[in-house]
């Protein structure tokens, strides 16, 4: 099915951004679950998603565990947490390996793509704790020497979002029910960042950046620090089960948290006796992507002396908040 995309909308007065917009034609795939019966509705997720598809598959799932009022436990988690592992680490290494290279350009650090696609062939089929294991040891070898791109030349970040604080489901239980959260989600009244520098923000460097204004190096440095985590987290797997939880709010209600390669993920069932009678999903694009969220604030007052240069700088901007939807960049009239 389709996507959608987000439409990036830049007023550039000739030295700055004075001003962008941030407008998701996303579909709200949540209606195609109405009135399917809830033991089918962990299938249905994982056929609609083609990104983060293990991740939303492991929240649906739970989240319909939860609404039945069945009991989670830690083997449970456990089995579902090492599959969503799994595929971070995957998001995670096409990023650095990919995404960063093509839009940087840098002759000297071009795209890693047989080494991207090497990994993701063996992540794929790790099948339990002992490949996990040992693919964990020789992931963290070649961490240690990988020639990850290094991001620097973009200014300081004149504004930014506050970063969304790691919560449990339990904790998102009430915030969750509000009727326009789903498409404009915000914690106390704020908009927030989800993703990697949201959870990594306790490291001493990215806290040195992030003093400093460099918004956009912090969240590369923290994807090559959560890849790290997880790398180790693989050979003792129930470290992972942080990763995901998920609470009854109700009768007939669940509501399931899974932390993913692109930050928060939310899912929140209704059950009409067997059938769904409403789903919400809030995805980490509608944090990052919100309309006074990270990106809008963050580029808003970026200095560009060029229509390039402006271009660039929301690129760059955009691909480190990392949208799970293709993106374009268009400029408006002062």
Excluded: K
Aim: some cysteine.
């Amino acid at each position: 099915m389709n996507q959608g995309s987000l439409d990036l909308a830049l007023t550039w007065d000739g030295r700055a951004i004075v001003a962008a917009a941030a407008v998701s034609t996303r579909p709200q795939v949540t209606s195609v679950l109405l009135g399917w019966p809830v033991a089918a509705v962990g299938d249905v997720v994982f056929r609609l998603f083609g990104i983060c598809r293990q991740a939303q598959a492991a929240a649906a799932g739970l989240c319909a565990r939860a609404a039945r009022g069945e009991r989670l436990s830690a083997v449970t988690l456990d089995e579902l947490a090492l599959p969503v592992a799994l595929e971070t680490i995957s998001e995670h290494l096409c990023h650095l390996l990919i995404a960063w290279p093509t839009l940087l350009a840098d002759p000297l650090r071009p795209p890693r793509v047989a080494a991207c696609g090497d990994w993701r062939r063996r992540l794929q089929v790790v099948a339990g704790r002992q490949s996990a294991a040992t693919l964990a040891a020789e992931l963290v070898d070649w961490l240690d020497e990988a020639d990850l791109p290094a991001v620097d030349g973009q200014p300081p970040a004149v504004a930014t979002a506050p970063l969304l604080p790691r919560l449990t489901a339990a904790e998102w239980e009430d915030v969750a029910a509000a009727d326009d959260f789903a498409l404009r989600p915000t914690l106390g009244g704020e908009v927030a960042e989800t993703g990697a520098l949201a959870r990594q923000v306790g490291d001493r460097t990215i806290a040195h950046l992030l003093a400093a204004g460099r918004r956009l190096q912090a969240r590369v440095l923290a994807r090559l620090l959560e890849l790290r985590w997880l790398a180790a987290a693989l050979a003792d797997p129930p470290q992972l089960s942080s990763l995901l939880d998920a609470c009854p709010v109700g009768t007939g209600v669940g509501l399931a948290r899974v932390e993913t390669a692109r930050g928060t993920l939310l899912h929140r069932l209704e059950l009409a006796g067997d059938g769904v009678a409403r789903y919400l999903i809030v995805a980490p694009t509608e944090w990052n992507f919100h309309p006074q969220g990270a990106f809008v604030r963050e580029i808003s007052g970026c200095r560009a002396t060029s229509r390039r240069a402006a271009q660039l700088a929301a690129e760059r901007l955009a691909l480190s908040l990392d949208p799970c939807v293709a993106f374009r960049c268009r400029f408006v009239d002062a």
